[in-house]
C-alpha cells in the first residue's frame, strides 16, 4: 500500500475563516477528508499533520523517513518564503514531495515569490486552490 503524508504549515489551520477571498472557504478538515477519500479509493495511506511551529513540521518530516512514507505534500505556508530549516529537512529526507500553495504566490507580494522549497520539489502547484493538493496527490499516487 502507497503512504503520502499531507503536511500543512503556520496558519493553515485557519482555513475557511481567513482571508476567504484569497485562500477559499474549504476548511483543513475538508481538504484531509477529500483527500484520505480518494486514497481509500486508490489504495494509499495518507496521514496529515499541520503546525504552526517550524521545528514540529521538521520532526514529522524526520518521523516520514522512517515511517514507510513514499512521498509529501506540502503547504509551507510563510515558512515557504522564509525556512532554510525546513528545506534541509526535505532534503535530508529524500522523499519526492509537491509544493502546494492555494493562491498563486507570484502573483501577490514580492515577498511571496521566493521559495526555499521550490529547487528540491518534483512540482509546485500555486493558485489552483484546493484543486491544488489533488492534482498533486493523484500525480503522486501515479508517480510512487
Known amino acids: 500500500m502507497q503512504k503520502v503524508l499531507l503536511l500543512h504549515g503556520p496558519n493553515l489551520n ?19 477528508a477529500r483527500l484520505t477519500a480518494v486514497g481509500v479509493e486508490r489504495r494509499c495511506e495518507v496521514s496529515s ?17 522512517n515511517d514507510g512514507t513514499q512521498a509529501i505534500i506540502i503547504n509551507p505556508g510563510g515558512l515557504t518564503h522564509t525556512s532554510i530549516a525546513l528545506r534541509d529537512a526535505l532534503a535530508a529526507a529524500a ?3 509537491i509544493e502546494v500553495h492555494l493562491s498563486n504566490i507570484h502573483a501577490r507580494e514580492a515577498f511571496r515569490n521566493q521559495s526555499f522549497l521550490s529547487p ?5 502547484i500555486s493558485g489552483l486552490g ?13 508517480k510512487i
Do not use: K, M
Open 120 to 124: 528540491l520539489a518534483l512540482g509546485v
Open 49 to 65: 499533520f499541520q503546525s504552526n511551529w517550524e521545528g514540529a513540521l521538521i520532526d514529522r518530516i524526520h518521523e516520514a523517513r
Open 130 to 142: 484546493v484543486r491544488g493538493y489533488e492534482l498533486a496527490f493523484d500525480y503522486l499516487l501515479d
Open 95 to 97: 522523499i519526492p514531495f
Open 14 to 32: 485557519l482555513l475557511g475563516v481567513r482571508e476567504p477571498e484569497i485562500y477559499g472557504t474549504a476548511t483543513l478538515e475538508d481538504i484531509d
